[in-house]
């Protein structure tokens, strides 16, 4: 195999073992890769050197934004995947707990991205906490081999430089408490169970169901003819992470049995008045851009910018989308109107 920098690369297609119908891609196969000094200590270790197919994946959240495209990126691996909704288990209910142990084996990957998002009150944050308690429970009878969660950068303190996974985890939302709290819960009831979390930037792509500011909600404005407001004068600027990639971040995670922290982001931050005028920019004519006046502070200061050299280096391969490239992505795969 070839090497660069002292590290392995193995190259695979669909399937993994040898079918090369899929588009080839090349994955580190080297469980723990050395940073030189003064880079982040934090690590994504990864359990399997060369990548394998999971004996089976099992995804709770699957009719969601990344548990979909997470779901979909697996299968296109060759790895068998069931796919759970809350119409299969209800976290929340009360038979939730045992009819998700019902779809665990010992062989599992279970990749949890079943959440009520983004936690606007204590009752969500709490109703959270239940579902992974249902989580664990449901783990702790009936074991798995490996856990991917889903979880978030807010979990992490504002900051004026750039957040790694190093940085210092003080969420300052309860959309954060809740997702720090549930990787805590994972740690602490489910100790020999190997954990990935996976904390993404906000995420953007076609069939996001939140519609939130920023990339989603402006590019669905902009292809109706409705003007694009802003927040004050949009300039706050903030990194956005294309649905794909994250959910190619996630299948990683499982073809390596990663352990340990990663942050699913691009490293560049863009502002929302940017952003904007690209959205407007590829439907004619361009829809106006509404300047508004702000109320409250801007959140996270104006600015959350982070440090992507871990993903790149735990996943050389990994091609992230520009910002340009997903808005592309997200044109082509809307239907016309």
Same mark, same amino acid.
Do not use: W
């Given at each position: 195999?070839?090497? @660069?920098?002292?590290?392995?690369?193995?190259? !695979?297609?669909?399937?993994?073992?040898?079918?090369?119908?899929?588009?080839?891609?090349?994955?580190? +196969?080297?469980?723990s890769l050395t940073l030189p000094r003064g880079t982040i200590a934090v690590m994504l270790t990864l359990q399997w050197p060369s990548p394998r197919l999971p004996a089976r994946v099992v995804v709770m959240g699957a009719g969601g934004f990344v548990g979909h495209a997470s779901a979909t990126q697996l299968a296109s691996t060759g790895a068998p995947v069931v796919r759970l909704t809350r119409a299969e288990v209800d976290l929340l209910g009360p038979g939730g707990s045992?009819?998700?142990?019902?779809? #665990?084996?010992?062989? @599992?990957?279970?990749?949890?991205?079943? &959440?009520?998002?983004?936690?606007?009150?204590?009752?969500?944050?709490?109703?959270?906490?239940?579902m992974m308690q249902a989580v664990i429970e449901a783990v702790q009878a009936s074991p798995v081999a490996h856990v991917i969660y889903?979880?978030?950068?807010?979990? !992490?303190?504002?900051?004026?430089? #750039?957040?790694?996974?190093?940085?210092?985890?003080?969420? +300052?939302?309860?959309?954060?408490?809740?997702?720090?709290?549930?990787?805590?819960? #994972?740690?602490?009831?489910?100790?020999?169970? =190997?954990? +990935?979390?996976?904390?993404? @930037?906000?995420?953007?792509? =076609?069939g996001d169901p939140h519609n939130g500011y920023g990339p989603n909600r402006f590019m669905r404005l902009a292809q109706a003819?409705?003007?694009?407001?802003?927040?004050?004068?949009?300039?706050?600027?903030?990194d956005h992470i294309f649905i794909d990639d994250v959910a190619a971040i996630v299948t990683r995670c499982a073809l390596h049995r990663a352990t340990g922290?990663?942050? &699913?982001?691009?490293?560049?931050?863009?502002?929302?008045?940017?952003?904007?005028?690209?959205?407007?920019?590829?439907y004619s004519p361009p829809v106006p851009i509404v300047d508004t006046p702000?109320?409250?502070?801007?959140?996270?200061?104006? !600015?959350?910018?982070?440090?992507?050299?871990?993903? &790149?280096?735990?996943?050389?391969?990994?091609q992230l989308a520009t910002l340009a490239e997903g808005l592309d992505r997200v044109v082509a795969a809307a239907p016309r109107v």
């Open positions: 195999m070839p090497s @660069t920098d002292g590290i392995a690369f193995f190259t !695979y297609g669909r399937g993994v073992a040898g079918r090369a119908t899929g588009r080839a891609v090349r994955l580190a +196969a080297q469980a045992a009819a998700l142990r019902s779809h #665990l084996t010992p062989d @599992t990957t279970l990749v949890v991205t079943s &959440a009520l998002a983004p936690v606007k009150n204590t009752s969500m944050l709490l109703d959270n906490l239940r889903i979880s978030s950068d807010a979990v !992490y303190a504002d900051s004026a430089g #750039l957040l790694t996974e190093a940085s210092s985890a003080e969420p +300052a939302s309860l959309h954060g408490v809740m997702h720090l709290a549930r990787e805590v819960m #994972l740690r602490n009831e489910l100790p020999g169970v =190997p954990l +990935a979390c996976v904390r993404p @930037t906000l995420i953007f792509g =076609p003819g409705e003007r694009i407001v802003l927040f004050g004068q949009g300039e706050e600027r903030r922290i990663i942050n &699913a982001v691009t490293g560049v931050v863009t502002s929302f008045r940017t952003i904007a005028e690209m959205a407007a920019a590829r702000r109320v409250g502070a801007m959140p996270h200061n104006g !600015y959350r910018a982070f440090d992507a050299s871990l993903l &790149a280096r735990v996943f050389p391969d990994l």
